[in-house]
């Protein structure tokens, strides 16, 4: 997506780098190279599968066409909407583009053939609408099954009777494909991925086409569940699915550096307080540096002091409360930095892992998260 291309939400596109000088200091770098490495650890993990790069949410807040671009070597793309499909094939990507959620509305069915996409189908729903298609175009299909996460998908129960439809269907193309998704499988000792996958299997059984079962989780931890397609999400990003652990002790490379520019020094007094609600206190003459980031720009508020920042690649801590535009941190450490210097909040060199966790949330949200006046540049 180039700086002037329209959002496919209709939305202000996100901003990529340019040589105008612009007064955005936070910037996140994508690096092509690192998606295209962790693709592979994809591969290698699951050699006897194909591979859904799931590229949903703007690819996890990346940029869903550079992203796509980058995981060319990838078998099939999916996507949770159709203006994230629009997109795609609008950038000249002609591979297959899976529609998770399958679509709502006849119209939407319109699109989706028009887009030539593979429809998930997780309702009776869905299927009446295939039957009612009044045009000769064709879909491939993937049957979705719930195996116990409970949000979309037929009952274990109905699959035969939702297959028997599909395949006497004239909209659907080709043998019918089945899906599940798991809701547990970062927790690798939780006995609920042991028991969808049995259901999965069991209510599959005798039907021919193709499964699909694994997140990245499934793919990383759970063998059984890579079936012909697996559909890596988070671990294409760099990040671990699994609470507790880093991407990079997976060999993953982080996709995404967030990073900003130190706009202002200056010491603080003994006893002297930073920030709005005056939360954090000197306890000594400290060196403080004011940091051109904030939730403005996706970086959370909740996160408290002593959370984690590199400057000029040294380590320091954040100071005080996150503010809309800008956060302080103790340059203690980095007594040497500079106006204009670096600072990394998370990425090379700084695991999102340990930036989520002194969030209290997971890197997913974190990356989603970014806003779009934040510039993107593409490496």
């Given at each position: 997506m180039s700086e002037t291309e329209a959002h496919p939400s209709g939305a202000p596109a996100r901003p990529f780098e340019s040589t105008a000088t612009l007064n955005r200091a936070a910037r996140a770098t994508i690096d092509s190279a690192a998606l295209a490495a962790n693709l592979a650890v994809a591969r290698s993990a699951a050699p006897d599968s194909r591979i859904m790069a799931v590229i949903k949410a703007d690819a996890y807040g990346h940029g869903i066409v550079p992203v796509a671009r980058a995981l060319d070597a990838a078998d099939a793309f999916a996507v949770a909407r159709l203006d994230e499909a629009v997109a795609l094939r609008k950038a000249g990507l002609t591979g297959p583009i899976v529609l998770l959620e399958g679509v709502f509305h006849p119209e939407q069915l319109a699109l989706a053939g028009q887009l030539g996409l593979d429809l998930v189908v997780h309702c009776f729903e869905q299927i009446e609408m295939l039957e009612a298609a009044s045009d000769s175009r064709q879909f491939p299909v993937w049957l979705k099954i719930d195996t116990g996460m409970h949000r979309l998908g037929f009952p274990v129960g109905d699959a035969t009777q939702a297959?028997?439809?599909?395949?006497?269907?004239?909209?659907?193309?080709?043998?019918?494909?089945?899906?599940?998704?798991l809701a547990c499988a970062d927790e690798q000792d939780n006995a609920m991925t042991r028991r969808q996958i049995e259901a999965f299997e069991g209510a599959v059984a005798g039907l021919p086409g193709e499964r699909s079962i694994a997140n990245?989780?499934?793919?990383?931890?759970?063998?059984?569940?890579?079936?012909?397609?697996?559909?890596?999400?988070?671990?294409?990003y760099g990040a671990s699915p699994f609470e507790g652990s880093t991407g990079e002790a997976m060999s993953l490379r982080p996709a995404m550096t967030l990073s900003s520019e130190l706009i202002a020094i200056k010491t603080v007094a003994a006893g002297g307080r930073v920030g709005y609600g005056s939360t954090w206190e000197a306890v000594e003459d400290t060196l403080i540096g004011v940091v051109a980031i904030g939730y403005g720009d996706g970086y959370p508020r909740r996160l408290a002091s002593g959370t984690p920042v590199l400057i000029g690649g040294q380590p320091a801590k954040l100071v005080g409360r996150v503010s809309m535009d800008m956060i302080t941190i103790d340059l203690g450490r980095a007594p040497e930095?500079?106006?204009?210097?670096?600072?990394?909040?998370?990425?090379?060199?700084?695991?999102?892992?340990?930036?989520?966790?002194?969030?209290?949330?997971?890197?997913?949200?974190?990356?989603?998260?970014?806003?779009?006046?934040?510039?993107?540049?593409?490496v």
């Amino acid at each position: 997506m180039s700086e002037t291309e329209a959002h496919p939400s209709g939305a202000p596109a996100r901003p990529f780098e340019s040589t105008a000088t612009l007064n955005r200091a936070a910037r996140a770098t994508i690096d092509s190279a690192a998606l295209a490495a962790n693709l592979a650890v994809a591969r290698s993990a699951a050699p006897d599968s194909r591979i859904m790069a799931v590229i949903k949410a703007d690819a996890y807040g990346h940029g869903i066409v550079p992203v796509a671009r980058a995981l060319d070597a990838a078998d099939a793309f999916a996507v949770a909407r159709l203006d994230e499909a629009v997109a795609l094939r609008k950038a000249g990507l002609t591979g297959p583009i899976v529609l998770l959620e399958g679509v709502f509305h006849p119209e939407q069915l319109a699109l989706a053939g028009q887009l030539g996409l593979d429809l998930v189908v997780h309702c009776f729903e869905q299927i009446e609408m295939l039957e009612a298609a009044s045009d000769s175009r064709q879909f491939p299909v993937w049957l979705k099954i719930d195996t116990g996460m409970h949000r979309l998908g037929f009952p274990v129960g109905d699959a035969t009777q939702a297959a028997a439809r599909l395949k006497t269907c004239k909209a659907v193309a080709g043998e019918l494909r089945f899906m599940t998704h798991l809701a547990c499988a970062d927790e690798q000792d939780n006995a609920m991925t042991r028991r969808q996958i049995e259901a999965f299997e069991g209510a599959v059984a005798g039907l021919p086409g193709e499964r699909s079962i694994a997140n990245s989780a499934g793919l990383l931890a759970w063998a059984r569940s890579r079936a012909d397609w697996v559909r890596p999400g988070i671990m294409l990003y760099g990040a671990s699915p699994f609470e507790g652990s880093t991407g990079e002790a997976m060999s993953l490379r982080p996709a995404m550096t967030l990073s900003s520019e130190l706009i202002a020094i200056k010491t603080v007094a003994a006893g002297g307080r930073v920030g709005y609600g005056s939360t954090w206190e000197a306890v000594e003459d400290t060196l403080i540096g004011v940091v051109a980031i904030g939730y403005g720009d996706g970086y959370p508020r909740r996160l408290a002091s002593g959370t984690p920042v590199l400057i000029g690649g040294q380590p320091a801590k954040l100071v005080g409360r996150v503010s809309m535009d800008m956060i302080t941190i103790d340059l203690g450490r980095a007594p040497e930095a500079r106006l204009g210097d670096e600072v990394v909040l998370w990425g090379e060199g700084l695991p999102i892992e340990r930036i989520a966790q002194a969030a209290g949330t997971i890197p997913y949200e974190l990356l989603c998260g970014v806003t779009r006046r934040v510039t993107m540049r593409l490496v």
